[in-house]
Structure formats: C-alpha cells, structure tokens
C-alpha cells in the first residue's frame, strides 16, 4: 500500500516544516512493514522526530482498512 504524501497534506494540511519527500516517504512505510526497522530508527535515519514516523504508519494502517 502506498500512502500519497499530497492527499495526507489536503487531510491535515501543509505543515510548512514538512521535510520527508514522496520518495522517502514511500521509503519509511516499505521499511517499517517488512520490520526491518522500528519507528525510532526510522526516525533517526530520515531526521524527523518518531511522532511523524507513527503518523505515517498510522494513516497507512488506517488507508488498508
């Protein structure tokens, strides 16, 4: 499943910090479900704070129901 970055932006708006690309995003979800790696590491990989990396998972987990 892939999240598009633009529709999360028109759900929650464009936060003027955003600092992830569709690429990296599609990068993070991809890693986090083959369990490779956990959100912290993610987090720290990209350099966001783990909150975006949940929030990511969160609307991916939400956008498979």
Do not use: C, F
């Amino acid at each position: 499943l892939q999240i598009d970055i633009n529709s999360t932006y028109a759900l929650y708006g464009k936060h003027p910090n955003v600092r992830l690309s569709q690429k990296q995003v599609d990068e993070i979800v991809n890693l986090y479900q083959t369990k490779q790696y956990n959100g912290i590491e993610l987090a720290k990989m990209y350099g966001v704070g783990a909150p975006a990396i949940y929030r990511l998972i969160k609307l991916v987990n939400k956008g498979a129901d």
